[in-house]
């Protein structure tokens, strides 16, 4: 992948749109509709660097967001990079305790905040207030791609979350997606639905669409998941989205006619076959399922022009470099998607040669086969079961389903199915019967009103029990 020698994440992102700059780059869907063009949303990045270049921090200074899901978000985030500091964003659902755990870790210079918990004893403004005399485009500082752009949380899922540092190549790195997962256009409108802080949506939903010059369409906040269809149908979408948990709820009701819609896109969890048939047969349209985690974004993926074979995740997306070590997908530190490592004491602590992804794989005629995380087995009985396994085979018997573990009062660890809504019994109990070993079968089946999801959608699985 050609990579400039000189080379800045937000000049990357807005250089597409200074050629058309009468063209929507951001619709906020609402009430009343509000439309920012390629060049309102450059105007409004240069405002907010200059503002924030006029505090005098030193350069690559860690900068805290906490924006809630309206465009300051994305203008705070590019117009920290444009004046040469470092943006971390962070979930909008974060406690004070939280927030000042995070804030401990990377020491942050500012924090920049609407009306959610700050960090304590740091320097805080609210996004408009950082507004100054514009810095140009052109002024905005160029460097060696492979330094510190920016640093994610992951959602520690599977403990306390680690702080992701990523070089600014990391965003040009992305327009592997834009054939290998997307077929994304310059004329295309891309609805996204998840928290703007989650990277699949910052960059899936809002960067990527601007770096080619299209338009990034979001939900306003408050939005609920069961009005997604209409907005979908009233502005005229032609690229989807979302968590396949989202997709689930959006079926419970018939969807509107999407004429304009060629396609979904998910990540974040496993995509059932049985949310992939309903939802193309709602739609007519089909669904490209993609894998990736935060240190490394998508990397394997199904696309409009390379299809996924039936059971596997897709194809590895040109330009990546992985392999399969010990069942496990590993990518190598030459890839240009893979972070620098983990920020730690100050820091950046660097990847390995091969980073190991814990995504437990197997090739199948040159597509890549998910069989689970290697952390998120399962182990009842002494024996390991991986749960996206055994919730492929029991798919749709229930309105939602997952699988995790319980403890007996003698101590016994156990396969649990999690179910919400009525479930047939006997008929679940044959489909497991017919499709798994007696150890993966789950031994009791547990009704509950809803199974615990993040704010995206993803599942919570160590929450079941």
């Known amino acids: 992948m050609e990579m400039p020698s000189a080379y800045n994440l937000a000049a990357d992102v807005m250089e597409a749109g200074r050629a058309r700059p009468g063209h929507p780059a951001l619709v906020v869907l609402g009430e009343r509709d509000e439309t920012w063009t390629h060049a309102d949303l450059l105007a409004a990045v240069e405002r907010r660097a200059g503002g924030l270049a006029a505090l005098g921090l030193p350069a690559g200074a860690r900068v805290m967001l906490r924006v809630g899901d309206t465009p300051d978000f994305p203008i705070t985030h590019l117009a920290c990079a444009a004046a040469g500091l470092v943006p971390v964003p962070t979930s909008a659902a974060l406690t004070a305790p939280e927030v000042a755990k995070m804030a401990a870790r990377i020491a942050p210079a500012l924090a920049v905040g609407d009306a959610l918990p700050l ?29 510190l752009g920016y640093i994610v949380f992951t959602s520690g899922s599977g403990g306390t979350p680690k702080a992701v540092a990523h070089a600014h190549r990391a965003v040009r790195a992305r327009r592997s997606m834009w054939d290998g997962w997307y077929g994304l256009t310059p004329d295309d409108r891309l609805l996204h639905a998840g928290a703007f802080n989650w990277t699949f949506t910052l960059g899936t939903g809002l960067l990527d669409p601007w770096a080619i010059g299209a338009t990034a369409l979001i939900p306003a906040p408050g939005t609920s998941i069961e009005a997604l269809p209409a907005l979908l149908a009233r502005a005229d979408a032609t690229l989807f989205a979302a968590a396949p948990g989202v997709v689930r709820r959006m079926l419970r009701a018939p969807l509107p006619p999407l004429p304009r819609l060629r396609h979904a896109l998910v990540a974040g969890e496993a995509l059932s076959p049985a949310i992939r048939a309903d939802w193309e047969a709602a739609t007519g349209t089909p669904v490209h399922e993609a894998l990736g985690m935060s240190e490394c974004s998508t990397f394997v993926s199904g696309s409009p022009a390379r299809p996924a074979p039936g059971g596997t995740a897709g194809f590895v997306q040109p330009g990546r ?17 893979l972070m620098l490592g983990y920020w ?4 950046v602590t660097p990847v390995p040669e091969w980073f190991d992804t814990g995504d437990r794989v197997e090739e199948a005629g040159g597509a890549i086969r998910h069989l689970g995380r290697a952390d998120d087995l399962l182990n009842p009985g002494g024996i390991r079961v991986s749960p996206q396994e055994v919730e492929a085979a029991l798919a749709g018997l229930a309105e939602d389903l997952a699988v995790g573990t319980v403890t007996t009062g003698s101590g016994a660890v156990i396969l649990a199915a999690f179910h919400v809504g009525g479930i047939d019994l006997a008929a679940a109990e044959a489909r ?3 499709r798994l070993a007696p150890y993966k079968r789950p031994k009791v089946w547990l009704r509950r009103d809803a199974l615990p999801r993040n704010a995206n959608g993803k599942l919570i699985r160590r929450r079941l029990a």
């Open 119 to 147: 960090p304590p004893d740091i320097p805080a403004a609210a996004p408009g207030d950082l507004d100054g005399a514009p810095l140009p485009f052109d002024d905005w500082p160029r460097g060696d791609p492979d330094r």
């Open 321 to 337: 470099r992985t392999r399969i070590a010990g069942g496990t997908l590993q990518v190598g530190r030459g890839d240009p998607g």
């Open 344 to 347: 730690e004491d100050g820091a």
């Open 432 to 434: 497991a019967a017919e």
